[in-house]
């Protein structure tokens, strides 16, 4: 069966990486994804890391990433004959992504809720940093300033506070913020299969963010608590123990130890015996959780020198068959080797313009109905510009 | 934990019906977490015996739904649980795997009750696989995708999440797929078994870097990686999170280009340090971020993060204070605007605060019609008026803990 989003046209007006991503996710479920670029291309291809170090628009990483199986259309919104480009192209297409705040919208001329005028059927879905609307609207934001007045930051870092909260890596900021564009554009399509009228979709990154807080919100909602980050372990009201424990390969694998488990605990000390690493935790006094949490510290000694015996991988899948939720904290590099994902046949080659074949991350749903949509590379600067052009100047005619 | 929770909530707020199903004698996780009013506690603390409905993270993730109790380890309750089913369009779990099979709840099972229904499975690692059985929530998906080893300073142990980010964004992806389902089935009345793997969800957030992994080869051991706040692509400098006026009190401020420099050297009054050779160009910056950052600290401290903030972006400068959950919900004029958070009553809690959707619609509506149900609460109206019991079945199935 043809996958959801096969027949859609999606026009993308995209500088950024949460309106790029969305509009991957919608050509990842077979939507037809006309990306709009200036002449010099969108600032994606500026922006490395590069294959091979070799700085140039048809070799930015960050754009490969980010629009696989789009099209690629030159034209220039700052001018008259580009937007009208725009317009053109948004007269027989589904979807309008744009990422431009107020401010730049109405420098380029480009009113949204009369595009949507104009084409009732459209849905124009805007993806910016603090939405069209409020105060904020034209303040300007990168992933780090999102994450940081979005909330996210301020429960991720150290235990030691006089180091500033650490931004997660990879993009979050954008990405919260396109996981809430593609969950408004469903409910935007949704709508018109039954009433046949498209609309307007504003999605904000910073409410994105605030909202992308877990317990964070509750623990303000509830007792009225700010939680304290601490590393690599949930910001909570007051310290916890450490869950990162080092293993003998110098990695680490995560583990939190809950001591009011009575399973768990069970569990803990039966695989450490096996390895000869129990000491006295067999003991029956520390069936009582009183004596266990009275001896916490030396419980936690013993865990500790317990992982640095054994490599990660094999703490992982032995704590794992113990019942365990452990987990090994990979690098990037080793998940290319993950027997799991290879077994699920997660990564996918695509053959990118120079030939080479690259290893891809696979999709991210799998459906029964649908097959995935074979994986394409991204488009060379202004590859579909004569083709889309030509189309656009045979229906006007 | 939160992942079926929260990727239903989604639903739910615009108007689907949603039935959450849950087990008297093992109280879903969110109703256990002492997350309550007036309490100051870290949700390892729980109560031995908790209140069911006192919790506060079951209300902030189980709104706008129905809620009935089934013990599905009596055979009356798992008939009941079918014709739950039965009656549904939408099947969704988030259980261990094996768990719904053990019930004989395979997707077979589910097309012959309910013709063309959606089954959504959701579940850290997928349903198949060696690992499909690892055991998971959040920070292990974070873990073993990636995500938190690519986050920390360099050299030193990852600083990682400090909250189960992938719970949220697997309830996300998980959300999207069930819509990206039904849409398909208005138009060709097929159903379909959704697998959505968080650890997959995972990987396809790490970004960029990891095709730097895939096609350059780049290791991401090592004494210079992870970056902590600064930015490897592009080289943007300051790029950092700097001290503030007040106890763990910061800024985050972000400049990518010269036109941005001049900016903030303008908003901090052109100091004599900030004119010198090594910080004039992006490049050079980027090459002296140590000396650059550590004037940065120098010029922030002691200043009012939010008095900056306006003061900086007024100037065009990338500024933004780092705010708590208390900011966000009392003083943030841009949420206070939008309409992100909103209240509702809560029969035993009272009077809460609840996470909004980040999106504002010229049509779509969000419905909050109620916080989340007792449990049990609604064992009435679907037993009795969806699937037909009399009142007197119900009472004798209660007595008899099937509900």
């Known amino acids: 069966m043809a996958p959801p989003y096969a027949g859609l046209r999606v026009i993308e007006l995209s500088d950024d990486p949460g309106g790029d991503h969305i509009g991957r996710l919608l050509a990842e479920m077979g939507a037809l994804v006309i990306k709009l670029e200036p002449p010099g291309g969108s600032p994606a291809r500026a922006v490395g890391p590069f294959a091979g170090g070799v700085v140039g628009p048809e070799t930015s990483l960050n754009f490969r990433f980010y629009n696989g199986d789009k099209q690629s259309v030159v034209a220039d919104v700052a001018t008259p004959a580009g937007l009208a480009v725009l317009h053109g192209l948004c007269a027989d297409a589904d979807i309008f992504i744009s990422t431009l705040q107020p401010a730049a919208l109405a420098a380029i001329g480009l009113d949204l809720e009369a595009l949507r005028a104009a084409n009732p059927w459209l849905i124009v879905l805007s993806v910016t940093a603090f939405g069209l609307t409020g105060p904020w609207a034209d303040y300007k934001s990168s992933d780090l300033v999102a994450l940081a007045a979005g909330g996210p930051l301020n429960s991720c870092g150290y235990d030691d506070h006089s180091i500033p909260p650490i931004r997660p890596g990879g993009n979050q900021g954008y990405h919260s913020a396109a996981s809430f564009a593609h969950i408004g554009l469903l409910l935007a399509l949704l709508e018109r299969q039954r009433s046949g009228v498209g609309q307007l979709v504003d999605v904000s990154m910073h409410e994105a963010c605030a909202v992308n807080i877990e317990l964070a919100n509750p623990y303000w909602f509830y007792p009225r608590i700010n939680v304290q980050r601490q590393t690599c372990r949930h910001a909570q009201p007051s310290p916890t123990q450490s869950a990162l424990f080092r293993s003998a390969d110098d990695r680490y694998v995560y583990f939190a130890l809950i001591l009011s488990d009575p399973k768990a605990w069970a569990s803990l000390v039966d695989w450490m015996e096996e390895k000869g690493m129990a000491a006295d935790l067999a003991d029956p006094a520390y069936a009582d959780l009183a004596y266990r949490q009275a001896q916490f510290p030396e419980i936690q000694s013993l865990v500790e020198c317990f992982f640095l015996i054994q490599t990660a991988e094999e703490a992982y899948h032995e704590g794992q068959a113990h019942g365990l939720p452990i987990g090994v904290l990979n690098a990037p590099e080793d998940l290319f080797e993950d027997e799991h994902l290879k077994a699920r046949g997660f990564w996918v080659e695509v053959e990118e313009a120079d030939g080479a074949r690259v290893k891809y991350p696979g999709p991210s749903y799998v459906f029964s109905a649908f097959a995935a949509v074979p994986r394409r590379r991204a488009p060379m600067l202004g590859e579909h510009t004569d083709e889309v052009l030509a189309r656009l100047s045979e229906a006007g005619s | ?403």
């Open chain 2, 1 to 403: 934990m939160g992942v079926g929770a929260c990727a239903t909530r989604l639903l739910a707020d615009f108007g689907a019906q949603v039935i959450r199903i849950e087990d008297r004698n093992r109280l879903d996780m969110p109703r256990r977490l002492p997350i309550y009013k007036g309490e100051a506690r870290t949700y390892g603390e729980e109560d031995a015996n908790p209140d069911p409905n006192k919790g506060g993270l079951f209300n902030n993730y189980n709104r706008n739904k129905l809620g009935v109790t089934i013990n599905m380890r009596d055979p009356r309750g798992r008939e009941l649980a079918d014709r739950l089913i039965a009656a549904s369009s939408v099947v969704t779990e988030n259980f261990a795997p094996g768990v719904m099979e053990r019930w004989g709840l395979t997707y077979e099972r589910l097309r012959a009750l309910s013709p063309e229904v959606i089954y959504g499975r959701m579940s850290g690692f997928g349903h198949t696989g060696p690992h499909a059985e690892h055991r998971s929530y959040g920070p292990v998906v974070q873990a073993v995708s990636g995500l938190s080893h690519i986050s920390g300073l360099p050299g030193e142990e990852p600083s990682g999440w400090g909250l189960s980010y992938m719970d949220n964004e697997a309830a996300f992806f998980n959300a999207a797929a069930l819509m990206m389902a039904i849409y398909s089935r208005n138009t060709t009345g097929k159903g379909s078994e959704i697998d959505v793997s968080a650890v997959e969800a995972g990987i396809n957030l790490l970004g960029p870097l990891l095709l730097d992994v895939s096609v350059n080869g780049r290791s991401t051991r090592g004494p210079d990686f992870p970056p902590g706040n600064r930015l490897e692509d592009p080289n943007a400098a300051p790029h950092g999170v700097y001290p503030c006026l007040g106890e763990d009190r910061w800024i985050a401020i972000a400049v990518f280009n010269d036109a941005e420099w001049l900016a903030l050297r303008t908003a901090m009054g052109e100091p004599a340090w900030a004119a010198e050779a090594r910080f004039a160009s992006q490049t050079a910056r980027y090459a002296n971020q140590d000396e650059l950052d550590s004037r940065m600290a120098g010029w922030t401290a002691g200043q009012d993060r939010f008095v900056l903030m306006h003061r900086l972006q007024a100037a065009g400068v990338r500024a933004g204070a780092v705010q708590t959950a208390e900011d966000l919900n009392e003083t943030d004029p841009q949420i206070a605007h939008r309409g992100t958070f909103f209240e509702m009553d809560h029969p035993v809690i009272g009077e809460a605060r609840f996470e909004g959707t980040p999106i504002r619609f010229s049509s779509v509506v969000q419905d909050n019609w109620r916080s989340a149900p007792l449990l049990g609460e609604d064992n009435g109206y679907v037993f009795q008026n969806l699937l037909g019991l009399t009142a007197d079945e119900v009472e004798t199935l209660t007595a008899e803990g099937v509900l």
